[in-house]
T-cell receptor, first 109, second 114 residues
Framework: AQRVTQPEKLLSVFKGAPVELKCNYS??????LFWYVQYSRQRLQLLLR??SRESIKGFTADLNKGETSFHLKKPFAQEEDSAMYYC???????????FGEGTQLTVNP | DTAVSQTPKYLVTQMGNDKSIKCEQN?????MYWYKQDSKKFLKIMFS???????INETVPNRFSPKSPDKAHLNLHINSLELGDSAVYFC?????????????FGEGSRLTVL
């Protein structure tokens, strides 16, 4: 079974402050991890995937297999980062993407 | 030229009615999905189809019946609607079954059952 946990439903920071959205996963094989984002009144879209090792809109996420975590980080939050963020996992057998419960990030001016 | 489109965007109906939500993708993807987002914003997969063939059928009441007339369309029909069916339903597609790539989502269809 695969499971994704995002312990914080709500996260509020001030503009310019660092932000970290936590994600932990449970999967017996080798997972592929993703972060999806849903801005207000927009569709859910991919933000980044661990396999690409990329930085998108200043966000990065590192897969830590020892801690089974895939936390999303940004050193300086911006107001436009306010959105709902979902961590997601795909197993090696594919066929499904399991989402965490989501974290609503609010960046205050 | 929207990639994944759903209709209707909003649907308000009475308990006991039957309703359908349509989804179409013009990305040439092989796999399509239905996800349910409840009032707490929790996203849960309901169904996935690959080339018109049902691949995933989560523990969903059989009042929900997906239909895929071709690989570009995946419609969701719901019989005997209940209050608990109120949610936002998202359609999505991906290149293939492996989900090693990206899921493309529709804008969602907000269903309210009174």
């Amino acid at each position: 079974a695969q499971r994704v946990t995002q312990p914080e439903k709500l996260l509020s920071v001030f503009k310019g402050a660092p932000v970290e959205l936590k994600c932990n996963y449970s999967y017996s094989g080798s997972p592929e991890l993703f972060w999806y984002v849903q801005y207000s009144r927009q569709r859910l879209q991919l933000l980044l995937r661990h396999i690409s090792r990329e930085s998108i809109k200043g966000f990065t996420a590192d897969l830590n297999k020892g801690e089974t975590s895939f936390h999303l980080k940004k050193p300086f939050a911006q107001e436009e980062d306010s959105a709902m963020y979902y961590c997601a996992l795909s197993g090696t057998s594919g066929s499904r993407l399991t989402f965490g419960e989501g974290t609503q990030l609010t960046v205050n001016p | 030229d929207t990639a994944v489109s759903q209709t209707p965007k909003y649907l308000v109906t009475q308990m006991g009615n039957d309703k359908s939500i349509k989804c179409e993708q013009n990305l040439g993807h092989d796999t399509m999905y239905w996800y349910k987002q409840d009032s707490k914003k929790f996203l849960k997969i309901m169904f996935s189809y690959n080339n018109k063939e049902l691949i995933i059928n989560e523990t969903v009441p059989n009042r929900f019946s997906p239909k895929s007339p071709d690989k570009a369309h995946l419609n969701l029909h719901i019989n005997s609607l209940e209050l608990g069916d109120s949610a936002v339903y998202f359609c999505a597609s991906s290149q293939d079954l492996g989900v090693t790539g990206e899921l493309f989502f529709g804008e969602g269809s907000r269903l309210t059952v009174l």
